[in-house]
């Protein structure tokens, strides 16, 4: 997995310009050739909440996994179209006796092996998952992770931390990682070095 620099950026029209998001990692492994076809499916699970070590957690804090859930997978499907499995088929298939044999009993959007099994059950090479971590009403983090479902490699592996309203910053967040998603996606599996390179 390559690190690259700490990079701080504002977010533009529509939010507060004393909003920011800083990406302490892009994280990705070396792909020079394609894994797969730029056609390939690619599923998305739900993103997952985490707050067991924030500072105070609030009845609210589910609602930001949901609003996270949402605009990725919005964001994917308008990147992708008719390449991503979002929905209720991944529903059924994370509640397959095969996928939740693959979980020690924990949510199946957290567990890698539980993913796999999901997206090879419909036929997808790629698979998303990603959480929303809170350490306190202005800062949460936003990791996200596209896995190639045949062999476990995980090609992205992002870590963005989120500062200010929660809301605009998750958005912020999701949406950034579903354009990094769709572009490596659409490249047959090939990253870049940098979330915005053409």
């Known amino acids: 997995m390559t690190t690259y620099s700490t990079l ?70 308008e990147l992708l179209g008719s390449r991503l499995l979002a929905g209720n088929a991944v529903a059924r298939a994370a509640a397959s006796p095969r996928a939740l044999g693959t979980t020690g009993k924990q949510p199946c959007n957290v567990i890698v092996a539980c993913a796999r099994a999901v997206a090879d059950s419909l036929g997808a090479p790629w698979v998303v998952i990603a959480k929303v971590s809170k350490t306190s009403n202005l800062i949460w983090l936003f990791t996200g992770q596209l896995i190639h479902v045949p062999t476990g490699k995980i090609v992205l592996d992002d870590s963005t931390e989120l500062k ?11 949406r950034i990682f579903a354009e990094r998603v769709a572009r490596t996606v659409s490249r047959g599996g090939v990253t870049t070095n940098f979330p915005n390179t053409p």
């Open 8 to 77: 701080r950026r504002g977010i533009g029209a529509g939010l507060c310009p004393l909003l920011f998001l800083t990406v302490p990692a892009w994280g990705q492994t070396e792909a020079s050739t394609p894994l797969e076809p730029p056609s390939a499916k690619v599923v998305v699970l739900p993103v997952a909440l985490y707050n067991a070590q924030a500072n105070q957690q609030e009845a609210s804090d589910s609602s930001r996994a949901t609003l996270s859930t949402q605009v990725l997978t919005e964001k994917l499907g």
């Open 164 to 174: 200010g309203p929660p809301e605009g910053m998750v958005r912020a967040g999701s």
